[in-house]
């Protein structure tokens, strides 16, 4: 059973500030990972897909692999207030494997 | 381009009742899931269908869970009967591309929160 661990919680952070969130994996298996963000009493939504060793950006977002460590993470700059949402990595191998989510409050 | 629809948003029972829920994917996803997502988890998948035929069902509690995709469009998911360990909320997502395509991207719908008391 694949096992996908997320840094706890809840990160607090100021408005403006970079949010650093972690994900690690337990298989060698997995090739796709993704972030959804999902909002208090929504449904997650995709926000990023990294297939690949390294970083790969998107506007304010950027996502990083590392295969070898079976790490990956996900940066947002200049956080705003709106990004306050948990973030829930995910690990595909064929069947999509999501950790607990890490809370992210960004202050005004 | 229409999202995934599901109904109820909200139902509350009591155990031991059964229950069931609507999925209608987004048109032309050939892949559909259901997830079960518990307060403060993230979610679990309990049932893939490709089409109208079953990929992955191992986590699905088969004594009282049971889903059905008719025709390959719609899907309902039931539970019967229903404990108070399955009060979560029930998250059906749909994908464009064949089962097992590593980047094949999944879509939620709103879900549908059951409370069993």
């Known amino acids: 059973q694949k096992e996908v661990e997320q840094n706890s919680g809840p990160l607090s952070v100021p408005e403006g500030a970079i949010a650093s969130l972690n994900c690690t994996y337990s298989d060698r298996v997995s090739q796709s990972f993704f972030w959804y963000r999902q909002y208090s009493g929504k449904s997650p939504e995709l926000i990023m897909s990294?297939?690949?060793?390294g970083d790969k950006e998107d506007g304010r977002f950027t996502a990083q692999l590392n295969k070898a460590s079976q790490y990956v993470s996900l940066l947002i700059r200049d956080s705003q207030p709106s990004d306050s949402a948990t973030y829930l990595c995910a690990a595909n191998d064929y069947k999509l494997s999501f950790g607990a989510g890490t809370t992210v409050t960004v202050r005004a | 381009e229409a999202g995934v629809a599901q109904s109820p948003r909200y139902k509350i029972i009591e155990k031991r009742q059964s229950v069931a829920f609507w999925c209608n994917p987004i048109?032309?996803?050939?892949?559909l899931y259901w997830y079960q997502q518990i307060l403060g988890q993230g979610p679990k998948l309990l049932i893939q269908?490709?089409?109208?035929?079953?990929?992955?069902d191992s986590q699905l509690p088969k004594d009282r869970f049971s889903a059905e995709r008719l025709k390959g469009v719609d899907s309902t998911l039931k539970i019967q009967p229903a404990k108070l360990e399955d009060s979560a909320v029930y998250l059906c997502?749909?994908?464009?591309?064949?089962?097992?395509?590593?980047?094949?991207?999944?879509?939620f719908g709103p879900g549908t929160r059951l409370t069993v008391l």
């Open positions: 997502a749909s994908s464009l591309g064949t089962s097992g395509s590593f980047s094949d991207t999944q879509y």
């Open positions: 048109s032309g996803h050939a892949t």
């Open positions: 990294i297939y690949s060793n």
């Open positions: 269908f490709q089409n109208n035929g079953v990929v992955d």
